[in-house]
């Protein structure tokens, strides 16, 4: 719970900033005709709409399971952070890039830029303030992994779209400040308009980031391989099973995920045997791992497991168990 409303509390902040952002831009954009500045308009407004879908994403992951969805509604999260980052490719990238090739057709002077640099200068303190609070949260839940395998190995896409988004803001506005500062100074007009093309070269590359990483989470991810490991060690301790032979895991929602244990048997144990004994695997999971939200136990020799691994695609087997 802790870790949701640190997520929520990351989302509404940006929002809030966002908002406010996006107005003054459009207001600086409007009195200098600075195409660049119309273009980081646009930029926060798309983040505005997308801190929205992030939290109705949220909501609606949080939602208990039903008949209609036995396993939770986790997925939800994922979907709408996969419609975050097409917004930002086609809205703000497309849009912006549009800006810049029609400036650059027919280049004005920047009229009145003192305004735009001073909706700058506070997109930047703004910007910089989400963009510390993401980072914060970001950072409290990479654990030892560096930055990019965190973002890489991360399972709720909430922190790190933001953490994204305000890292692309700030890089957006150095690059608008750069254009108005050449066109002002050296009398070239075209340089705005080149900033608004950069601008959405930017926003181009953080929505492949996040489409590439929400993609796969929406498609099915494994969970952390660690998890597994545990499974086996787990089932492996029972006196019951002679051998726990791997674990499938596939990843339903930021801490949500379902797991198959293909275990064999003592020969020697009777059905109600082999029930207590998969009751006791499933309610040590449930202490050890609330984030297993069901545990399927699968009878199964170690021949017949290591069969369905070799008919898996290579490159996409899960960690097998020890001494396989």
């Known amino acids: 719970m802790a870790k949701k ?24 954009a409007a009195v200098s005709g600075s195409s660049a500045m119309f273009s980081e308009g646009v930029h926060s407004l798309v983040d505005t709409t997308n801190e929205v879908l992030l939290l109705h994403g949220l909501n609606r992951a949080s939602q208990p399971p039903d008949r209609a969805h036995p396993f939770g509604r986790g997925r939800e999260l994922y979907f709408w952070s996969f419609i975050v980052a097409v917004l930002v490719f086609a809205m703000g990238a497309g849009i912006s890039l549009y800006q810049g090739i029609v400036h650059l057709r027919d280049p004005e002077p920047v009229a009145n830029p003192t305004i735009a640099y001073i909706v700058l200068a506070v997109s930047l303190l703004f910007e910089g303030t989400s963009w510390w609070v993401a980072l914060r949260e970001f ?114 929602g930021p801490n949500q995920v379902l797991a198959t244990l293909s275990a064999a048997f003592d020969d020697r144990c009777t059905t109600q045997q082999i029930e207590a004994c998969v009751a006791r695997i499933e309610q040590a999971a449930r202490l050890h791992h609330p984030e297993i939200v069901a545990l399927f136990v699968k009878p199964e020799t170690p021949q017949a497991w290591q069969a369905r691994l070799d008919a898996l695609e290579p490159g996409s087997k899960p960690e097998p168990a020890n001494g396989m």
């Open 5 to 28: 409303s640190g997520s929520r509390f990351v989302i509404y902040v940006a929002l809030a900033g966002n908002l406010g952002i996006a107005v003054a831009k459009f207001i600086a």
């Open 139 to 252: 950072r409290a839940s990479k654990g030892r992994y560096g930055y990019f395998e965190a973002f890489r190995r991360s399972k709720d896409p909430s922190t790190f779209t933001v953490l994204l988004e305000d890292s692309a803001a700030m890089l957006g506005l150095l690059i608008a400040l750069a254009g108005l500062l050449g066109a002002q100074w050296l009398g070239i007009p075209e340089l705005d308009a080149l900033a608004s093309i950069g601008i959405a070269a930017v926003l181009a590359v953080a929505a492949f980031l996040l489409a590439r990483e929400t993609k796969g989470l929406l498609i099915g991810e494994p969970a952390h391989p660690e998890l597994g490991q545990a499974l086996l060690e787990r089932a492996n301790a029972d006196p019951d099973i002679e051998s726990a032979n791997g674990v499938l895991t596939i990843q339903v």
